[in-house]
């Protein structure tokens, strides 16, 4: 079965600091993941996609790592902002033929950031 | 970016009445448009798949006679929570898929769906 652990589950973190999310996952093959920030009330937003051969991506503060082999990525946020706080969500798509692709999601890591 | 719109962004209801929401591809032409449900502290749980012009394809243990999905054009698929009950409160999501962005499926900004 397909899945994709997220840790921590929570985290608070004083602004200025950095911080790095992890994922696990299970999809096998896959054809990318992704890790998107999701504010409260609001619709998921991508922050960075990595294909099997990529291990690492940025995107402004945001630097997502990749490591196909244990099936690992992580996040990391430098020097964090106060809009920052939100759920931080990692996605697989797994590789299949057809143009429906289902995503699995991770349960996302709750990010707090405080003054 | 492709954008993704839904409408509304929130609703209240009575407990029997239907709703419909609807999500809009602004910029691109959505071939595919997926629509989730996601609990407080839950991820998106898949509810259904649409393709433009076809009916769609329901996850196992969602009731397509209960969310009504139409899929009429490349920019807008309508879902139709019929009959809602207090249960069926929940965000809900879609994402559309298409033409130039290929694989890549953009989230619209939710729904929220409150029945009493």
């Known amino acids: 079965k397909n899945q994709v652990e997220q840790s921590p589950q929570s985290l608070i973190i004083l602004e200025g600091k950095n911080c790095t999310l992890q994922?696990?996952?299970?999809?096998?093959?896959?054809?990318?993941l992704r890790w998107y920030k999701q504010d409260t009330g609001r619709g998921p937003v991508s922050l960075t996609i990595?294909?099997?051969?990529?291990n690492t991506k940025s995107n402004g503060r945001y630097t997502a790592t990749l490591d196909a082999d244990t099936k690992q990525s992580s996040l990391h946020i430098t020097a964090s902002q106060l809009s920052d706080s939100a759920s931080y969500i990692c996605?697989?798509?797994?590789?299949?033929?057809?143009?429906?692709?289902?995503?699995?999601f991770g349960k996302g890591t709750l990010l707090t950031v405080n003054p | 970016g492709a954008v993704v719109s839904q409408h509304p962004s929130w609703v209240i209801c009575k407990s029997g009445t239907s709703v419909k929401i609807e999500c809009r591809s602004l910029?691109?032409?959505?071939?595919?448009m997926f629509w989730y449900r996601q609990f407080p502290k839950q991820s998106l749980m898949l509810m259904a798949t649409?393709?433009?012009?076809?009916?769609?394809?329901?996850e196992q243990g969602v009731e397509k006679d209960k969310f009504l999905i139409n899929h009429a054009s490349l920019t807008l698929s309508t879902l139709t929570v019929t009959s809602a009950h207090p249960e069926d409160s929940s965000f809900y999501i879609c994402?559309?898929?298409?033409?130039?962005?290929?694989?890549?499926?953009?989230f619209g900004p939710g729904t929220r769906l409150l029945v009493l």
């Open positions: 994402s559309a898929q298409g033409q130039p962005s290929g694989e890549t499926q953009y």
């Open positions: 994922c696990n996952y299970t999809v096998s093959p896959f054809s990318n």
């Open positions: 990595m294909t099997f051969s990529e």
């Open positions: 996605v697989v798509t797994p590789r299949g033929g057809g143009s429906n692709y289902k995503l699995t």
């Open positions: 910029d691109f032409q959505a071939t595919t």
């Open positions: 649409s393709n433009e012009g076809s009916k769609a394809t329901y």
